[in-house]
């Protein structure tokens, strides 16, 4: 296993482990996921984390945190993937994919994901700080907009931002029933951030259906909102603390979009 194998090993489990209470499917590349899905139906997660971003795919690191069977094997087969982390791999799973030349397999069934430590240094100087694995519910976020959320559409935007806070800022995350269907990732414009997931979702997302956009800080001004919802985007969901909140709420009032705050 490579340096990087083992940053995109690490950043696949952090997002898995924040979903344990239905099949999950994170694909993960150069430490940035680009595509999550928590779809009950196995081939279905998958089918939608890849469809989010199939060509940064290549090369890349799954995970799952369930059973790889043989006709989810096949489809792996398919593309090219460094790694393979699931709750366990069955007998006919195992034989298809050990036929790839340099796959690794990697069983999680027995990992305990614990409440640890991160560590970051530079030179002599370090940091120590506790991980960002908060499970979100509702009582975390408040609805500021006049419009407000669905049961579904809350449902969605929870999920795009337990997703928005593990890729590396300025990070953008469209989502659609639990799919993650754009990513916009590490961009020191957060509106560029906003501009790359749109595109992305335009090139591979062909059905579209009530989509809503997490940002992992705060819109400092409206054009990257207004971005967002020029693309469709129905519901957004950031934290507060800019200046211009106001300037916030009330473009979302004036484009009738839901706006929720962390």
Do not use: W
């Not at 099949?23 to 680009?34: D, F, G, Q, R, S």
């Not at 999680?108 to 030179?123: E, H, I, P, T, V």
């Not at 595109?199 to 059905?207: D, L």
């Amino acid at each position: 296993l490579s340096y990087n194998n083992y940053n995109d090993i690490f950043a696949c489990l952090d997002i898995l482990f924040t979903e344990k209470k239905i099949p999950t499917t994170v694909i993960v590349k150069h430490a940035n996921p680009c595509g999550v899905s928590a779809i009950k139906d196995k081939l279905n997660s998958f089918n939608a984390a890849l469809a989010c971003d199939p060509i940064s795919a290549f090369g890349g690191v799954i995970s799952c945190n369930y059973k790889i069977t043989k006709p989810l094997a096949y489809k792996l087969n398919k593309i090219f993937l460094e790694v393979i982390i699931a709750n366990g791999f069955d007998k006919q799973s195992i034989k298809l994919l050990k036929s790839k030349k340099n796959l690794r397999l990697i069983d999680a069934s027995k990992f305990s994901f614990k409440k640890s430590l991160k560590f970051n240094s530079y030179d002599d100087t370090f940091l120590i700080q506790s991980e960002d694995n908060q499970i979100f519910d509702k009582k975390n976020f408040k609805v500021v907009s006049k419009k407000k959320p669905s049961k579904s559409q809350f449902k969605n935007l929870i999920f795009a931002f337990n997703v928005c806070r593990f890729v590396k800022s300025n990070a953008i995350v469209i989502a659609d029933k639990d799919s993650t269907i754009g990513i916009g990732s590490g961009q020191p414009s957060r509106l560029d951030s906003c501009k790359i997931a749109i595109n992305k979702m335009k090139k591979f997302q062909k059905y579209r259906n009530d989509i809503v956009a997490a940002s992992d800080a705060f819109f400092p001004f409206t054009d990257g909102i207004e971005k967002l919802v020029q693309s469709g985007v129905t519901a957004v969901i950031q934290p507060s603390g800019s200046i211009n909140d106001k300037d916030i709420i009330k473009f979302a009032n004036e484009t009738n979009t839901v706006l929720a705050f962390s």
